[in-house]
């Protein structure tokens, strides 16, 4: 999870124009009149695609109004956004003068030619986004700035002129309605059709208001659905606490700081990572909980690929997390590999030659050691094999005799230590930096290059091209001997370039290190703040101090009486009182909400305990999808045949060939629907043979919502039916699934209504009474219920 901010770089800016920002203040509004873009800056700013969907109205209308200054704004949809998007904010208003022509394209009151483009701070210019709004909806706009008396409302046409208007009530700010969304395109409303859709479009709303939550830590931001609160934010200080409130206290927690500053391309990045070590189960790398930012507009994970941002951030992440184990790609499929792609009938009984790479497979239980399984012999070499890998056998290429490593692994430095790479045998040679960049001061300076490696840059392209047919170690080689019998003044010319680059290298880190000191010796120069003591120092002082008071000394006329006092008896009871706070206890009967806490009042027998729905509603959800979620499945390019060897033994083939299936083809080929296998993302077809427990198994499709999720989790479903006689699917979930089935109910759970009703709370206990006895707290670990106190005994 990380959210940062780098300066854009705009289509012809120059590089060296660009700067930090992601703790922004509002962004400033500019008085300036409306005015229409010349024709010639039109050209360069059209973009036909500005509204396409109910996100990006939100978009559109929430940009205008962080524009005007707004520090609160209220977004409001019916049926989705397509019967009503409203976006209210407190902002600057727009002058009557300007209203007639708000609407109309390429009038803005941001820009005035593409001189302006340098200077830019708003995040809407082009006058397109209410123009092209009105062309799709009927939009009304309500709006007063702060010298106006009353606020007038405009109903705007299909053009974006103004039809009428009249006064309203409202405050200062801005009001744009936009109903009948894309009633005149039926196309696109059609594209959500399905509640499916609808729903995932309203997430990417959330998602990115999320987003401006984060970098607009100052905004106030309010989402409602049909007039139930989806997300609300309250003003926060900076863009620590904004994360917060949209990650949550304990993610932010694991979470640390970061600055980092690149000179060529000067990039100037900031923001929040998870900490080396921190736990792995409160961090995402999913997109929809990583945030980045550019000039403080959230931009999107693909959109920053191919930038050059994205070599600063591997940099920056690089110099946290430890360097990057780098192996040539060549080396990654050696030869053996790439036939077992192209001959997958050759797989055998023993499992010895593998159909499918891309699936984890393995043939024996883990464990075995290598010469074991390869009987001695080089069988091993050409197999790729997840589990082995992360067992540290590792595959060698048959050149160089090195070991081949899988994937690029981030590895957190642990204590400030470098990490080793991840060969076993921590071969420093195939160690290489994440970037061709060095790390000095934290600023990133690009490493000079040999005359070899240069030679080898321009030469590559030419072998390319003249031997399409071979592969990268061969093109390697040739490249090598081309630079070895290269005539003298080639070498030479190349010798040159190689020098000026040591030179530009030392130039550079030489600037970086002085730029340091510099820094260095301001902030010793600069007067020092008193270093406010911590909480805790506070707090140790206090105690402290009430230790070393001298006690006045006891008057020795004082009456004493013995307390009888035992240590047993109180643990005793205490864990009475604990086993008596669960759901599984008496019935429970909601009494109503505490007016000070989103916490609700329910006794159970005689005890008063206070209830916390919204971790109820977790831990019910999450029961829910562990015994009814299917995992969505995609068809593998080949199916994957299943051997005993691949299953760990003829018992677990027997166990699955007992499950229950529905025939599907000719022949009596079946497919497998019980439900234990269906759930947890397995489709898998049976083509019989001889005997029932015969014939040939093939998983034909598979869930990829589950990262690394492949056939070491269908022998983990298995060992449960085998072993614990697992009959139901919750019994079945392998822990891969239980985890990420966690995840989802807390997402799900975090996207409940802020306000509940007495009738929803009564509903929540009404289910808890389900529970398990063990289910007392949230996923988190956090109780649902607290107990308040032992109502006296009734008459
Ligand atoms: P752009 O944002 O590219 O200028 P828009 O079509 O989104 O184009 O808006 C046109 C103009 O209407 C803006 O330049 C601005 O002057 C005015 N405007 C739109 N929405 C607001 C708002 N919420 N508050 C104040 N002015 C607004
Ligand atoms: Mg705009």
């Known amino acids: 999870m990380c959210v940062g901010g780098y300066r854009r770089i705009w289509k012809g800016m120059p590089r060296k124009q660009v700067f930090v920002c992601l703790t922004l203040a509002p962004l400033p509004f500019r008085d300036a009149d409306m005015k229409h873009l010349p024709p010639e800056t039109v050209r360069l700013l059209s973009s036909s695609q500005v509204v396409t969907s109910v996100l990006s109205v939100v978009k ?92 007038t409302q405009y109903t705007l046409d299909s053009e974006g002129h103004v039809l009428s208007q009249k006064p309203s009530h409202l405050g200062q700010g801005t009001t744009v309605t936009v109903c009948s969304l894309f009633k005149n395109l039926p196309v696109r409303k059609q594209f959500y059709s399905t509640s499916k859709k609808c729903k995932e479009e309203l997430k990417r709303i959330q998602d990115l208001l999320m987003a401006y939550a984060i970098i607009q830590p100052e905004l106030r931001l309010t989402f409602t659905h049909n007039k139930a609160l989806v997300w609300h934010k309250a ?51 999913s997109t929809d909980r990583t945030f980045v930012f550019i000039n403080a507009r959230p931009v999107h994970h693909k959109e920053i690929l191919k930038d050059v941002v994205l070599v600063a951030v591997e940099t920056a992440l690089a110099s946290v997390y430890g360097p990057l184990a780098e192996v040539p790609c060549s080396l990654l499929v050696p030869p053996e590999v790439e036939q077992s792609h192209s001959a997958p009938d050759l797989a055998s009984e023993e499992g010895t030659a593998l159909p499918q790479p891309p699936l984890e497979t393995t043939a024996e239980p883990a464990g075995v050691s290598e010469e074991v399984q390869a009987g001695g012999t080089k069988k091993q070499q050409g197999r790729i094999d997840g589990d082995r890998w992360s067992l540290g056998h590792l595959p060698s290429d048959p050149a160089s005799e090195e070991h081949l490593q899988p994937v690029k692994v981030f590895v957190p430095k642990r204590d400030g ?124 002082k206090l105690l402290l101090s009430q230790a070393e008071k001298p006690r006045p000394p006891l008057a020795p006329d ?179 699934v239980h985890r990420y089935l966690e995840g989802e109910a807390v997402r799900l759970a975090r996207r409940l209504p802020l306000m509940m009703t007495k009738e929803d709370v009564d509903d929540t206990l009404s289910r808890m009474s389900g529970l398990e006895g063990d289910c007392t707290s949230c996923l988190h670990g956090r109780p649902l219920l607290h107990h308040l106190l032992d109502l006296p005994a009734q008459n």
């Open 558 to 736: 004082r009456p004493c009486r013995d307390a009888p006092f035992s240590l047993a008896a109180l643990k005793t009871r205490l864990n009475l009182l604990s086993k008596r706070v669960g759901p599984s206890a008496e019935r429970m009967h909601l009494i109503g909400q505490l007016g000070s806490h989103p916490a609700w009042l329910v006794s159970s027998g005689d005890q008063l305990l206070l209830l916390n729905p919204f971790r109820a509603e977790e831990r019910l959800l999450f029961r829910r999808l562990l015994a009814e979620n299917l995992l969505p499945t995609e068809k593998l390019e080949s199916p994957l045949r299943l051997s005993d060897g691949l299953l760990g033994g003829s018992v677990y083939r027997e166990a699955l060939c007992s499950m229950e299936k529905t025939s599907v083809g000719p022949g009596g080929t079946a497919t497998f629907s019980d439900a234990r296998l269906v759930a947890n993302g397995f489709q898998i077809r049976h083509i019989p043979g001889a005997t029932a427990t015969d014939g040939l198994l093939e998983i034909v499709a598979m869930a990829t919502c589950v990262p690394f999720y492949g056939l070491s989790d269908l022998k983990d479903i298995l060992h449960r039916v085998v072993h614990d006689g697992a009959q139901s699917v919750q019994q079945c979930r392998p822990l891969k």
């Open 235 to 285: 003003k926060v200080s900076d863009s620590r606490a904004g994360l917060m409130c949209v990650l949550g206290t304990a993610a932010m927690n694991n979470m640390m700081p970061v600055q980092f500053q690149q000179d060529e391309p000067q990039v100037d990045l900031s923001g929040f990572i998870p900490r080396p070590g921190s736990d792995n189960s409160m961090s995402s790398s």
């Open 417 to 540: 230590a470098p990490v080793p790479s991840c060969g076993p045998d921590k071969t420093p040679s195939k160690v290489a930096k994440v970037t061709a960049y060095d790390l000095i001061s934290n600023r990133a300076v690009r490493q000079p290059q040999s005359a070899s490696a240069l030679f080898s840059q321009e030469a590559r392209v030419k072998v390319l091209a003249d031997n399409p047919e071979a592969g990268p170690q061969e093109i390697s080689n040739i490249v090598e001997r081309l630079w070895k019998n290269a005539p003298q003044e080639e070498r030479k010319k190349y010798e040159e370039k190689a020098e000026r680059e040591t030179t530009r290298y030392e130039c550079q880190s030489k600037r970086a290190s002085e730029k340091s000191t510099e820094q260095l010796a301001k902030l010793s120069r600069a007067p020092k703040h008193k270093a406010v003591p911590s909480k805790q120092q506070i707090l140790d």
């Open 60 to 151: 559109e209308l929430v940009e205008n109004a962080l524009d005007a200054g707004a520090s609160s704004i209220e977004v409001k949809l019916d049926n989705y956004g397509f019967d009503r998007v409203e976006v209210r904010d407190n902002g600057s208003g727009i002058e009557a003068a300007d209203a007639p022509v708000m609407a109309v394209k390429h009038y803005t009151s941001k820009i005035s030619s593409a001189a302006d483009f340098d200077t830019l701070e708003t995040y809407g210019f082009r006058g397109e986004a209410l123009g092209s709004i009105c062309a799709v909806a009927e939009v009304v706009v309500t709006s007063k700035t702060a010298d106006a008396d009353l606020s």
